[in-house]
């Protein structure tokens, strides 16, 4: 079985109310509004212990953290204008998704105390009362204009590494099992179609794909389905980082662990047994095309151009899943338990979506949503209450739709609240590990002189080791490096 690393980086659309109820949520001064995010670093003397405990590297002014208590980073992206948590090295999807909701837990914490800490009239002319947070795929913004700008969700897989002439056939085999994978990793939302008409679609990322591969993911046109990051310290030799654009940000964690599961199972089939007779690939002329309009069809039954050989095929992403389903059954006999509960939980997830968004209405994102919509505003999408609540839904307080919903036994918990609070302050049992250690070091002896910004390298400019396999909690290198960062210079005398 090849072992794998999974990692989620989110970022999250920042709004001030203003006190007469009028959000502020202009684009092109968007970095002043997640400015009053960045202003709560360094920590006072009076944060609370749930962010103390934390432990921010460095624990100064700064505007890229790293989380001693578990290997995270939270930093600000985009020229510092987006917040963004990506979680540490994880060994499961699962993992990845609970760290992943940790990750929610510390910017809501973040939120509250920038409040707590008055910074909205420190420093603002405009009579502010509230931060909202929101974990969705789109700028949250009374102007329409700005709803066509993104905010990603990227996923990230170690797998083995692809030489230029490969690429091209591996990313025939990923497209449209990652094109009909919005099924269960979609979010929902309301978008405005070129008719002027609001419309409901399952997925909001689609709409910002505009090829196959591509290592863009901030805009500027290019953005792709996936690209490859081959830093030198992040991977072992004969590996990269697999890095999906494609993906929505998830108030539900059961669409992403579906998501990452399946992904993990596909990429798996394509290591192992790459020629074992898989026989589609996307079509070239209507790939993005046939992404945009399943994405605008909560039905499911788009039917996806696609070829077989020469000849084009129409399938359902149903069908088209249950393709991906058969070849990995075919090609792996030897399933561990976790990739057991990742197909067992793929396949039932689709068993569901054949009756209906009904069926999944308690676990996957644009399914409640929707649900959401016409059971409890009748259905307008037209209304601009529906389209605030579409938003709403995705705030990270406990005032957000997801988070009532889920308080209230409307829909299915994940996991308990003890495990997101533990993923809080314990690093999995990965790279991270030595990076927790590592970081809880420089804070105990000083050394904020060490300058940390790689996943896999450690130290300062005069001296660096790296951890490149993100599976490996230490290394003998690592270790004396570490005893060495224990010793404190003596002070010279005066």
């Not at 002014?61 to 510092?80: Q, T, V």
């Not at 993990?264 to 020629?275: K, N, T």
Request: hydrophobic share 35%; charged share 25%; proline share 4%.
């Amino acid at each position: 079985m090849q072992k794998r690393a999974f990692g989620i980086e989110t970022e999250y659309s920042v709004a001030c109310l203003e006190e007469n109820r009028k959000f502020y949520t202009n684009i092109n001064i968007y970095g002043q509004v997640a400015g009053f995010l960045r202003r709560v670093f360094p920590l006072d003397k009076e944060a609370p212990d749930k962010l103390t405990e934390l432990l921010f590297f460095p624990p100064i002014k700064d505007n890229d953290l790293w989380l001693a208590s578990n290997g995270a980073r939270f930093y600000f992206d985009m020229e510092m204008a987006v917040p963004e948590y990506s979680t540490p090295e994880c060994q499961s999807p699962r993992e990845a998704v609970i760290h992943n909701l940790a990750g929610d837990s510390i910017v809501e914490d973040i939120r509250k105390e920038a409040l707590r800490r008055g910074l909205l009239n420190n420093y603002s002319e405009n009579k502010f009362k509230d931060i909202f947070v929101f974990k969705m795929n789109t700028h949250f913004s009374e102007d329409i204009q700005d709803l066509q700008k993104s905010v990603g969700c990227h996923e990230n897989y170690t797998t083995l590494s692809l030489s230029g002439f490969e690429i091209p056939a591996f990313s025939d085999f990923m497209t449209p099992f990652l094109l009909s994978r919005q099924i269960f990793d979609g979010s929902g939302g309301i978008r405005l179609q070129n008719n002027n008409e609001w419309q409901y679609v399952i997925s909001q990322r689609p709409f910002f794909i505009t090829d196959m591969i591509s290592s863009q993911t901030t805009g500027g046109g290019g953005r792709g389905f996936i690209a490859f990051k081959n830093e030198f310290s992040e991977v072992l030799s004969g590996q990269i980082r697999f890095h999906l654009h494609c993906g929505d940000s998830n108030m539900s964690p059961w669409g992403k662990f579906v998501s990452l599961g399946a992904t993990h199972l596909v990429l798996r089939a394509y290591e192992e047994y790459r020629d074992n007779n898989w026989k589609y690939k996307p079509h070239p002329s209507h790939c993005i095309e046939d992404l945009y309009s399943l994405a605008r069809d909560p039905t499911l039954k788009f039917p996806i151009r696609i070829l077989e050989g020469d000849r084009e095929k129409k399938l359902s992403a149903i069908e088209i899943q249950k393709e991906y389903i058969n070849f990995v059954e075919k090609s792996l006999k030897n399933l561990s338990d976790m990739e057991s509960d990742a197909l067992s939980s793929w396949k039932s997830t689709l068993k569901k979506l054949e009756l209906g968004y009904e069926a999944v209405s308690q676990e996957l994102d644009w399914a409640i949503k929707l649900n959401f919509i016409k059971e409890r505003l009748g259905g307008n999408l037209n209304s601009p209450k529906t389209r605030f609540a579409s938003a709403l839904y995705h705030d990270i307080s406990e005032r957000g739709i997801y988070n009532t919903l889920l308080r209230s036994g409307e829909i299915l918990p994940f996991c308990d609240a003890d495990e997101i609070k533990k993923c809080r302050i314990t690093p999995p049992p990965t790279r991270a590990q030595f990076r927790s250690r590592f970081l809880k070091i420089l804070l105990e002896t000083g050394k904020l002189n060490y300058s940390y910004n790689l996943w896999g390298g450690f130290g300062n400019f005069s001296t660096i080791i790296y951890i490149r396999d993100p599976l490996d909690m230490t290394t003998e290198e690592g270790e004396n490096f570490l005893e060495s960062l224990k010793i404190i210079p003596l002070k010279s005398s005066e």
